[in-house]
Each structure stands twice: as structure tokens, then as C-alpha cells.
């Protein structure tokens, strides 16, 4: 290990960031509120030579992009082939060999542990990565189609949601000699000047364009003297940077951020799902962050003022959450030596001591980033840190009829913890069966507990309920305890979407009564759906099932109910 990789390891495992397990219970300081500037990020270009494009960071050379074979042999349906290119974009993506119309006639899939990389540092901190992937099992057939075309290209591939980079070689073609022996030759492409061109329009050769949000796309056409191209069509991908602190040894800064990852993996520590620190110079910071497909794209700062001290650090007593149900929130956060806090907007500092403070987050918005900043202060600096939280709707409520006519409310309350909630539901028959059959109707009230953690609307949620229900038979009331099971999905804004905007219900109850009438048992089933009609609104419609069983004047009945219910439900 070189003197350079320890300095970065140390540097990434420095106290001036916790532990990824430490960090769920601190503060972050957003560095926009903190001396720093994060400048708009951009799409770098530099033909370096006729053969050698530069984008951002990765250099990617169309002299390297070579497919190579070993003879099959008669007797074996595999053979040997070997495919090199440059550019650590390709680290990922596929292997494509494309006919002379543009079908893929195969294609195989890599990774960065299925390639071997050589790699090079360029004085001017570029990266130039020479990969090669061998496919031992490569099919002879493959080479067999190939030679029904007048040409055929070798090209890498990268594909996401409407983006793409498309890098292929110059035209090549196979021909057998007399001893049927396959030989590769290559063919100029007719008109390949070698010209960049941006969004359809022919550019220098070396430039750049600032990035206007994550829906503006940007698209590269480069075409190379030897017939080879590059594709690129990319976007900015969203990174928030959280906190940025000085190493050590004042040289470097460390940044921790949130969302796209630094192009270079080495420079980067991975601390939490979508959660990195990276390491970079203190003078003319920047750095290359994946935009869409991987293109790195240019983000610099601008420091002007003093970077946070490695020891302000504030920690909550508890993990912070990220969700709640609650319109307030307090923390008890530990009060670093000698800093003062104080509140921001819609926030509250409170039982302040030596040790610690209560930072209340108020007024928390439904569905909104909910983000608090807390003001700290000592000897005349002021560094800001931020909370942020997103608030979600904890009440529902059902209103329903149903044919054969029959009407029903319910109501839910979840708690925080997002494992708990109670439910009051109260439901009437308005119409007799038959004339010898009693009228029925209950009312009820239960505890709802998830088997995982899940938000209202948001998440899929799966568990049991344990209630009473007072029923009533005719006139007569009984109690009765009542076990059940409940799924729910969120609501959708399709009609029978069976996937995802489902309720479904089960529940078996058990009275015990005097008198002439007694409740011994009842069963019921649910299936219902809810339809989107706005983001707090859905309509409602499904079935309904019940099975009681009754004891009248002596005789035991058993009463089907079937009913197709449809009404309104909603969050709040």
C-alpha cells in the first residue's frame, strides 16, 4: 500500500466524521449555510488527440477498442474471445457486437469484478483505465452469423431510464482464408472526419456546459478518425452535500453528502444507503460526481469563510427519525462545550444545560422535507446544522353502503412507531333478510399491529388485530371478542388494480349472551378497493362476506350475508 492510499484511508476514517452507526443520531451542517458555495455543476469535454476523448474525469480512447478471437475448433461449440477498451465509464454495462443494420447479434453483460483494469493517473487528474473482459465460453455460431454481414461493430453500452453511451469501434468484418481459417479485418467508415458535436450542433474541441437541473438532458456526438463513435445522452443526478469539515492536517476537506457518488470509487467511503464521504483538495476544490449512465460531471465550491471545527459535532440522545406522524417533534441534542444554540424558524430551544438542550421542530408540513436549522455559536463564528424530517398522514377513515342495503363508518388511528393503530368501525344492516331472520348490526373497536414497520399510504401493511365488538341482535347488545388479520396497499389512481390498491380484512368473533337471543360466532371477510381521487380522497368499492351464527329462541341459525359495498375513503 502506497504512502497516498494510507493518507486516504486515515483521512476517511477520521473523527472529523462518525461512524456510519453513530451518524443516525447526529446533526448534519448543510454547507450552503456554512462559508460555502456549491457552484452549478457541469459536463466537461477535451479531445486530447484525433483518437482520445475526455469526459469530465475518464478519458476514453477509440484506439484501445479492440475484439479478438481464438480459431474454434470443429468439435467445440465455444471458443475464446477478448474484448479491451479504455474508459472506467465501462467498468459497467455491456458487451454488445452489433450487424451491419444496428441488431445486436450478442451481447453480455460486465461488471467491475468481471473486467481486469489497468489503470493510469494523467497530470492534469484525469483517469485513463484500460479494461478487458475474456469470455471463455464465447459462442463459435456468433462468428458464423458475422460473416453473413458486410460489416459488424464491437461496442460497450450503457443504458438507463432515458439515458444512454454508446461507444463503438470502427467497422470490421470476417472472411476465411483456404484453410477455413476466420480472419478480421477492419474498414473505414466513409465520411469519419473526427468532429464533437452537442445537442446537434458541431462544438470546439474542448469545452463545457453548466447543468440546469436533473430534466435537462445533454447530448454528445463524437466521431473519431478511425470510424469509431461515441454516444452520450446524460443528465445531473441529484446529491445534496450535508457537512464539510478540514483534515487533520488543514491540506484536504472531507465532504459528506447524500445522492450521486463520486465518479472515482477510490476517492469515496461509502457510510450509508445513497450516504458517502469523499476526500478532496483544499485548494480549487471540486470533485466528479455520477450524472445519469455514470458520466461524471464537474462540481466545485467556493469556500468564504471558516469550515466547521472537527470537534463540533451534535448529537441526539436517540436516533433521529426521518418520518413521522407528528406535527412536532422534540430532540434532545448534547450540548457541545461552550456553544450556544439557537432556534431557527419554526423551531424551539428549551431545558438548555451545560450537557444538553431540547430542540423542538414545529409545525412539520404533510408530505414536505421538513428541514430545521439550529444556530450554534462561540467566540464570534456561527456554524448552522439542519434537521430534516417528512411528515405523513396518521388518520383514516371509511364511509360505506351496501346492497343488499346496509351502511357503515370506520375509523384509524396510527401511531408513532409505525407498528400500532387503533380502529373503531360501526356497521348496520337496514334491511331484514327474510322475515324470520333477526337484524343485525355492531359496533367495535381494535388494536392494529404490523408485522414490519409501514406508512399509511406510503407502504404496504400487513398484520393482526385484537378487539370487542358490542353486537347487536334486534334489540339485544352482546359483547364479543373479535381476532383478525388485515393487508393493506397503498391507493392507486387505477380501477382493479390488484397489486397495489387492495384492503382486505378477516376476522372471527366469539359472544357470549342470556336470554333468548345469543351471538355464539361470527366470521367475515373483506375485499376492497380504493381508487385515487385526489391525494387525500379515494373512492371505495369492494365485498363483503359474513357468516353469524345466532341462537333464536333455541334454534341455532347460521345468517350469509354477501353485500357489494361502495363509498368514500380518505387520509388525513
Known amino acids: ?224 478518425p478511425n470510424g469509431a463513435s461515441l454516444d452520450i445522452e446524460t443528465r445531473q443526478q441529484k446529491v445534496e452535500f450535508r457537512d464539510v469539515t478540514r483534515s487533520e492536517d488543514g491540506k484536504r476537506i472531507l465532504i459528506k453528502a447524500v445522492g450521486a457518488e463520486p465518479a472515482d470509487p477510490r476517492r469515496v467511503r461509502k457510510t450509508g444507503e445513497g450516504a458517502w464521504v469523499a476526500e478532496i483538495e483544499s485548494e480549487r476544490p471540486h470533485l466528479y460526481v455520477k450524472g445519469a449512465a455514470g458520466i461524471p460531471m464537474k462540481q466545485e465550491f467556493v469556500l468564504s469563510g471558516p469550515l466547521r471545527p472537527n470537534d463540533l459535532l451534535l448529537t441526539v440522545e436517540d436516533d433521529i427519525p426521518t418520518q413521522t406522524y407528528a406535527s412536532d417533534l422534540a430532540l434532545r441534542v448534547r450540548r457541545p462545550q461552550n456553544w450556544k444554540p439557537e432556534a431557527g424558524d419554526k423551531s424551539r430551544v428549551s431545558e438548555v444545560s451545560d450537557s444538553g438542550f431540547t430542540w423542538t421542530l414545529e409545525n412539520l408540513a404533510f408530505q414536505d422535507d421538513n428541514r430545521r436549522f439550529l444556530k450554534l455559536t462561540k467566540e464570534g463564528q456561527s456554524f448552522f446544522a439542519a434537521a430534516e424530517i417528512k411528515r405523513y398522514r396518521a388518520h383514516e377513515y371509511q364511509l360505506w353502503a351496501g346492497a343488499p342495503l346496509e351502511a357503515g363508518l370506520a375509523y384509524t388511528r396510527w401511531l408513532e412507531g409505525f407498528r400500532w393503530g387503533v380502529r373503531v368501525q360501526a356497521e348496520k344492516e337496514l334491511m331484514k333478510m327474510s322475515e324470520n331472520n333477526p337484524q343485525l348490526g355492531r359496533f367495535g373497536a381494535e388494536a392494529l399491529w404490523t408485522l414490519n414497520k409501514a406508512i399509511l399510504d406510503v407502504e404496504p401493511q400487513t398484520g393482526l388485530s385484537l378487539g370487542v365488538q358490542n353486537a347487536m341482535i334486534e334489540s339485544q347488545t352482546q359483547l364479543a371478542l373479535a381476532l383478525g388479520a388485515f393487508t393493506r396497499r397503498p391507493a392507486r389512481d387505477s380501477w382493479l388494480d390488484w397489486g397495489d390498491t387492495l384492503l382486505a380484512r378477516g376476522e372471527f368473533a366469539m359472544g357470549q349472551g342470556s336470554g333468548s337471543t345469543k351471538l355464539k360466532s361470527l366470521i367475515g371477510a373483506e375485499l376492497l378497493f380504493e381508487k385515487a381521487w385526489t391525494d387525500e380522497r379515494r373512492w371505495l368499492y369492494g365485498a363483503a362476506l359474513k357468516s353469524t351464527q345466532v341462537d333464536l329462541e333455541g334454534t341455532s341459525k347460521n345468517l350469509i350475508w354477501i353485500s357489494v359495498r361502495a363509498g368514500i375513503s380518505g387520509i388525513f
Open 1 to 224: 500500500m502506497t504512502f497516498t492510499s494510507l493518507a486516504l484511508s486515515f483521512l476517511l476514517h477520521s473523527p472529523a466524521f462518525a461512524a456510519p452507526a453513530a451518524e443516525a443520531r447526529q446533526l448534519f451542517f448543510p454547507i450552503e449555510k456554512n462559508s460555502i458555495q456549491i457552484l452549478p455543476q457541469r459536463f466537461e469535454y477535451q479531445l486530447l488527440s484525433p483518437l482520445a476523448l475526455r469526459v469530465g474525469d475518464d478519458v476514453l480512447n477509440a484506439g484501445t477498442l479492440s475484439f479478438q478471437f481464438a480459431q474454434p475448433h470443429p468439435l467445440n461449440d465455444f471458443t475464446l474471445a477478448r474484448f479491451r477498451w479504455s474508459g472506467a465509464l465501462f467498468s459497467e454495462g455491456d458487451i454488445v457486437l452489433l450487424d451491419s443494420t444496428g441488431k445486436a447479434l450478442w451481447r453480455h453483460a460486465v461488471s467491475s469484478t468481471s473486467v481486469r483494469r489497468d489503470s493510469t493517473k494523467r497530470p492534469d487528474g484525469s483517469r485513463l483505465e484500460t479494461l478487458t473482459f475474456e469470455d471463455r465460453e464465447f459462442p463459435a455460431s456468433v462468428l458464423s452469423r458475422i460473416r453473413l454481414y458486410p460489416f459488424f461493430r464491437f461496442c460497450l453500452s450503457r443504458e438507463e431510464d432515458r439515458t444512454h453511451v454508446l461507444f463503438c469501434a470502427r467497422d470490421q468484418y470476417l472472411k476465411l482464408d483456404k484453410n477455413k481459417k476466420y480472419l478480421l479485418r477492419s474498414r473505414t467508415r466513409p465520411g469519419a472526419l473526427g468532429q464533437i458535436e452537442i445537442n446537434g450542433q458541431a462544438v470546439d474541441p474542448q469545452g463545457y456546459i453548466f447543468l440546469e437541473g436533473v430534466s435537462n438532458p445533454v447530448n454528445l456526438h463524437a466521431s473519431f
